[in-house]
């Protein structure tokens, strides 16, 4: 979407991200998702790890139709960036759906024990079965699974106490299997991140937009910016305000405008462009960045602890 595409989009206030149909399926993820599949047969454990913040929007359908008959762990990473209170909603969620859930957040390393107790605690029958008929050595084969930019690789680095594997805030970082040795009871198979062919939900597309899970110069990022904005003031008001230095009386006076809602967020959008100093020639914001800016803000923290689906 252009700069003034948002404003004149008067007969789609909220949903005109609809226009740009994403099918984001590149080949290797059918590559990948053909592997997993060959893979499995030698798997004893599937970890699957979602984003806190997206646990719907992150689970990819595909995988969750491949494990079913495997045993499961599901984390939720990076809790530190999601609501607390909603992070809890979730595990217990998880809990009552007779799965097991634990929260992780790879920077501080919160979480990682669990894992590795829930690993040893779900094999703990099938190893005992194996040491009566004297396969006492026997280690835990364990398929690391997600989608792209959940932290795979960030959770791995966490689990083994090493830098073994690259990282970086996009996806599509992880290119191919690989075995990592995390003690001498577990063996984890990492995976590149995989998506699934196509997004019939414009929700789902927009939290995996907002969260860097789609590459960012496949997008109308102006869009996508203004669409968080959005998601933003109705849910996280007081998180925009702090940041951003703007008042509630400002921001209601403006949303309280007798015009289409698009064209009052759009006018927030700008004011943060102008404070921030995303400034083009002539004295207006920077459309694009400051959509970049208000995503980075979001993905980094910066915003505060934000969940974009609630429990």
């Not at 699957?48 to 913040?53: G, K, T």
């Not at 634990?102 to 390393?109: A, E």
């Not at 102008?274 to 915003?303: M, N, P, Q």
């Amino acid at each position: 979407m252009k700069k003034n595409d948002i404003k004149n989009d008067k007969n789609n206030n909220d949903k005109s991200f609809a226009k740009v149909r994403l099918n984001w399926y590149p080949g290797h993820m059918a590559k990948t998702k053909r592997e997993i599949s060959e893979n499995l047969k030698l798997i004893d454990v599937v970890i699957e790890i979602l984003d806190s913040r997206i646990p719907r929007s992150s689970q990819n359908p595909d995988i969750a139709n491949l494990t079913k008959n495997k045993k499961k762990i599901i984390i939720l990473n990076k809790s530190d960036l999601a609501d607390a209170r909603q992070n809890e909603l979730w595990i217990n969620k998880l809990k009552k759906d007779g799965q097991i859930g634990i929260l992780t957040d790879c920077n501080s390393g919160k979480g990682i024990n669990d894992v590795i107790k829930a690993i040893e605690n779900i094999m703990k029958d099938d190893l005992e079965k194996f040491a009566v008929k004297g396969r006492t050595g026997k280690k835990i084969k364990v398929m690391i699974l997600g989608i792209p930019n959940v932290g795979k690789s960030s959770f791995i680095n966490r689990v083994v106490k090493s830098n073994r594997l690259e990282v970086g805030n996009r996806p599509g970082v992880t290119k191919k299997k690989q075995w990592i040795s995390v003690n001498e009871r577990i063996d984890l198979l990492d995976t590149p991140g995989v998506l699934w062919p196509k997004f019939n939900d414009n929700t789902v597309a927009l939290d995996l937009a907002f969260t860097g899970s789609i590459k960012d110069n496949v997008l109308e990022i102006t869009e996508i910016g203004y669409q968080l904005l959005n998601f933003l003031i109705e849910n996280y008001e007081e998180n925009v305000i702090k940041r951003y230095g703007l008042s509630k009386d400002y921001i209601e006076r403006v949303l309280s405008q007798d015009q289409p809602k698009n064209f009052n967020i759009y006018e927030i959008m700008q004011k943060i462009g102008e404070k921030r100093g995303a400034i083009v020639s002539g004295g207006s914001a920077d459309d694009e960045k400051t959509s970049r800016l208000i995503l980075e803000d979001f993905r980094s923290g910066k915003l505060g602890n934000i969940t974009l689906e609630k429990c």
